[in-house]
């Protein structure tokens, strides 16, 4: 039979090995230290790079996948995004056409009786006629059209960033739950040696069977933490196949890790950066453009058109006679035009009061997910600044108390799930940081990538 010095003995190098191994398998830049990100901060904000990298063989690999590389993935298989550019195409078409005159009206008519007759030869009358409408109508449809085209434009850049965006998000998710299994799997390995550690002590009398049963039961939890995160895993999996248009059960790489943090300019750099380049409100600003010149057409349209009319009549007895030059005048009646200035008004109202609500909502998003950011920048920084060290030094301490014969097990079993809870709590931060960044980015028109920073009006960099 053992001893309890043999059984300690022989506890306190595995455990200090399986320690160590989960530390080096959840690795922390420089035990858990912070990296600021260089650049100007706003107050009371840091932004911060825990490493937080997976383990080599669970979700590292040369051909992992990265969030730019999902991005470009999404663009460039979301069949949404060819729907809209196609309809903006053809909204950019119209533009040719609406500034151009109608088309000339050719009239030609016979007196069929009259043909072959003995004193006059077929009779015949031939007309032609264009129409033009009041001045400076035709560069108001031009205009409106071109309008028009633009909020589609505009509506196919919103389109990619909201793809970006989203693809980025689930990027997150997916990150998260590969970082947790990592997590998880370690766990189990930590647990089950300190099962073993428990079984030889209760076989030599020196522990309670409670000691091996608490193990048990933290090995059941964990393996249904584990089933949750399978779960996880298979949703994001089918969120990320249909953003690329795959079927929900493709394969979907392995994440390399998130990127770096970014800094976040200012709240007003943010709120004036959105004003000036979101896409759906620039597209509801060419609108409300739009809505404009159709109210001016409207107004044109209680203006006459006038016909130049042109014609050949074979029936006039006289040469002189048969050919005609003429005018026609429309004159418009007040009912049916003074409801369509009624109608283009409505209309102008409906664009403006979408505009502002439209600007509001940004405005309020943009606060959400910057304070969101925040939370989680602050979140980390706490946690690998603070708790994750005391975590760390707590679970040294319990096995070292648990060595010397000093501790119980259900310390031991409570500080390591408080360590690795807290590991948790830095990769969800880092995860909820980098999609609440994406939505930032969305909003601010894809101005906060470095490399869209010169100009982001027309090409917004997803």
Do not use: C
């Not at 300690?8 to 922390?28: D, E, K, N």
């Not at 040719?96 to 009779?123: C, F, H, I, K, W």
């Not at 850049?157 to 997916?174: E, F, I, S, V």
């Not at 953003?243 to 998130?258: E, H, S, Y």
Request: aromatic content about 4%.
């Amino acid at each position: 039979m053992l001893s309890l010095h043999s059984v300690r003995r022989f506890a306190t190098p595995a455990l200090a090995m399986l320690l160590s191994g989960v530390m080096a398998a959840i690795p922390l830049a420089q035990a858990g230290a912070v990296h600021p990100i260089a650049g100007p901060e706003p107050p009371g904000m840091r932004h911060v790079a825990a490493t937080g990298k997976i383990p080599d063989g669970t979700a590292r690999a040369a051909t992992g996948l990265s969030a730019d590389r999902l991005v470009q993935q999404v663009l460039l298989r979301n069949p949404g995004i060819e729907a809209m550019q196609a309809a903006a195409d053809a909204a950019g078409a119209r533009i040719e056409s609406a500034g151009a005159l109608d088309d000339p009206m050719v009239s030609y008519a016979v007196a069929p009786n009259t043909a072959g007759g003995p004193r006059q030869g077929l009779n015949q009358n031939a007309q032609l006629s264009q129409k033009f409408p009041w001045p400076g109508t035709l560069a108001l449809r031009s205009r409106m059209a071109a309008a028009e085209a633009e909020s589609a434009d505009q509506q196919v850049a919103d389109l990619r960033l909201r793809l970006a965006a989203r693809a980025r998000a689930d990027y997150a998710q997916w990150y998260y739950v590969h970082r947790a299994l990592a997590i998880n799997a370690e766990n189990v390995r930590l647990v089950t040696h300190l099962r073993t550690v428990a079984e030889t002590a209760y076989a030599s009398g020196q522990s309670p069977q409670q000691d091996v049963l608490q193990a048990e039961v933290e090995l059941v939890r964990l393996q249904n933490q584990a089933l949750e995160l399978g779960r996880l895993r298979r949703t994001v999996q089918a969120k990320i196949d249909a953003l690329q248009n795959l079927g929900p059960d493709t394969p979907v790489p392995v994440p390399v890790d998130l990127p770096p943090e970014i800094p976040l300019p200012s709240a007003v750099v943010l709120r004036e950066t959105a004003l000036a380049y979101y896409p759906m409100l620039q597209s509801l600003d060419a609108r409300v453009s739009a809505s404009r010149d159709r109210v001016d057409l409207a107004h044109k349209d209680n203006y006459p058109q006038v016909s130049v009319l042109a014609g050949y009549n074979s029936i006039m007895d006289l040469p002189a006679k048969r050919l005609t030059v003429g005018l026609a005048v429309n004159i418009p009646f007040g009912g049916n035009h003074r409801g369509e200035v009624s109608e283009a008004n409505a209309r102008l109202r409906e664009s403006e009061a979408k505009r502002a609500d439209a600007r509001n909502q940004l405005l309020s998003d943009i606060e959400q997910a910057r304070t969101a950011a925040e939370q989680a920048a602050a979140t980390i920084r706490l946690y690998t600044g603070k708790l994750l060290p005391l975590s760390r030094l707590n679970l040294q301490a319990a096995e070292a108390d648990y060595s010397a014969g000093s501790g119980d097990f259900l310390k031991l079993i409570t500080a390591e799930q408080q360590y690795l809870q807290a590991e948790l709590e830095v990769a969800k931060s880092r995860a909820d940081f980098f999609t609440q960044w994406a939505a930032l980015n969305y909003q601010a028109g894809g101005g906060l990538l470095p490399s869209s920073m010169p100009a982001m009006s027309r090409s917004p960099t997803p």
